[in-house]
C-alpha cells in the first residue's frame, strides 16, 4: 500500500522499508498482547541494536497510519522477533487484536539508534508505562550490571503482572498509577529522584511515557536537576486524548 506524505518524507531520510509475517500471538495480560514475526531479512542488513524499533503501516479510514514499536528477542540468524502490544483502543490494536498466523504488514526502519551512556552511569533512572516496556527490557538488558531504579505507570491491575526483566538485586522498581493524566507520575519522580541521584553526571535518565510526561520530566532533569543533556534519553510513546 502507499504510506502517503509520512512514507515519502521517510524514504527523504533513507528509511528502509519491509514486510513482517505474522508467525503467531501470546496473550500476555488482559491488556498486553504479544505477536510473533519473521522479518523480511531486515535483521541481517540493518543489524540490532538495544530499544531497536520499527514503524508499522496500517489503515486508519482509508488512509495510511503508522505506529512505532519496539522489537523484543530479535534474533538476526533465524530472522524472527516479537511486538508487544498494550491494549490503548486505536487502528493498531485492533489490527493487533486480529492478526493471525501468515497475516504480513508493512514496516519502515527509520529514526531509531542507540548510544550506551560514555561515561557508564553510576545509576539508572527508568520512567515508563506498558507502551515502552519492551524498551525498558532491552535497556535494561543493554546496561547490564548498572543499578537502576524503576518508575513505571500502569493503568490496570494486570499492568503489574508484565513481564519485567529487572533483576532483584540491580534494579528497584516503582509502579505507579495513573492519574490526573499523568501528573501524579511526573509528582511522585520529582518527589523521589533528586535524592537518589548523587552527581546529575553520572546519571543515566531515560524516560518514555505519553508525550505530556515525557515532555516535563526531560526538561525538569536537565534544567532542574541539572543532568547533562546528553544524559538524557526521553521519547513521547503515545499522546493522551
Same mark, same amino acid.
Given at each position: /500500500? ?7 518524507? !521517510?524514504k527523504?531520510? *533513507?528509511?528502509?522499508? %519491509?514486510?513482517?509475517?505474522?508467525? +503467531? ?5 488482559g491488556?498486553? !498482547?504479544?505477536?510473533? %514475526?519473521t522479518?523480511?531479512? /531486515?535483521?541481517r542488513?540493518?543489524? $540490532? ?6 514503524r ?11 505506529r512505532?514499536?519496539? !522489537? $523484543? ?5 533465524q +530472522? ?6 498494550a ?5 493498531a490494536v485492533r489490527?493487533?487484536? @486480529?492478526?493471525k498466523?501468515?497475516?504480513t504488514?508493512?514496516?519502515?526502519l527509520q ?5 550506551? =551512556?560514555?561515561?557508564?552511569p553510576? &545509576?539508572i ?5 506498558? @507502551?515502552?516496556? =519492551?524498551a525498558?527490557?532491552s ?5 547490564? +550490571?548498572?543499578p537502576?531504579?524503576?518508575? %513505571?505507570?500502569?493503568?490496570?491491575? +494486570? ?5 519485567? *526483566?529487572v ?8 509502579h505507579? @498509577? *495513573? ?12 518527589s523521589?529522584?533528586?535524592a ?8 543515566y $535518565? ?5 508525550t505530556a510526561?515525557?515532555r ?5 532533569? &536537565?534544567?532542574?536537576?541539572?543532568? =547533562? ?10 499522546? @493522551?486524548?
Amino acid at each position: /500500500m502507499g504510506h502517503g506524505w509520512e512514507g515519502a518524507v !521517510l524514504k527523504l531520510f *533513507r528509511g528502509k522499508d %519491509f514486510v513482517f509475517t505474522v508467525t +503467531g500471538s501470546e496473550q500476555v495480560t488482559g491488556n498486553f !498482547l504479544r505477536l510473533h %514475526f519473521t522479518d523480511g531479512g /531486515m535483521l541481517r542488513q540493518t543489524g $540490532v541494536h538495544p530499544t531497536m524499533w520499527v514503524r508499522l503501516w496500517f489503515r486508519n479510514e482509508g488512509k495510511p497510519h503508522q505506529r512505532a514499536y519496539t !522489537l $523484543v528477542d530479535p534474533d538476526p540468524e533465524q +530472522g524472527t522477533f516479537s511486538m508487544e502490544f498494550a491494549q490503548h483502543e486505536g487502528t493498531a490494536v485492533r489490527w493487533a487484536r @486480529a492478526a493471525k498466523e501468515g497475516d504480513t504488514i508493512e514496516a519502515t526502519l527509520q529514526g531509531t539508534g542507540f548510544e550506551a =551512556p560514555d561515561p557508564a552511569p553510576a &545509576r539508572i533512572f527508568v520512567i515508563g508505562d506498558p @507502551a515502552s516496556l =519492551p524498551a525498558i527490557n532491552s535497556l535494561l538488558t543493554a546496561l547490564d +550490571g548498572t543499578p537502576a531504579t524503576i518508575w %513505571f505507570e500502569t493503568s490496570h491491575d +494486570g499492568d503489574r503482572e508484565l513481564p519485567f *526483566r529487572v533483576d532483584p538485586v540491580q534494579h528497584e522498581l516503582h509502579h505507579v @498509577a *495513573r492519574e490526573n493524566d499523568g501528573r501524579h507520575l511526573v509528582d511522585t519522580v520529582k518527589s523521589a529522584l533528586p535524592a537518589l541521584m548523587s552527581d546529575p553526571a553520572e546519571a543515566y $535518565v531515560w524516560i518514555a511515557c505519553d508525550t505530556a510526561t515525557t515532555r516535563a520530566l526531560s526538561s525538569w532533569a &536537565r534544567k532542574e536537576l541539572g543532568v =547533562p543533556k546528553q544524559r538524557v534519553n526521553s521519547l513521547g510513546y503515545w499522546r @493522551a486524548t
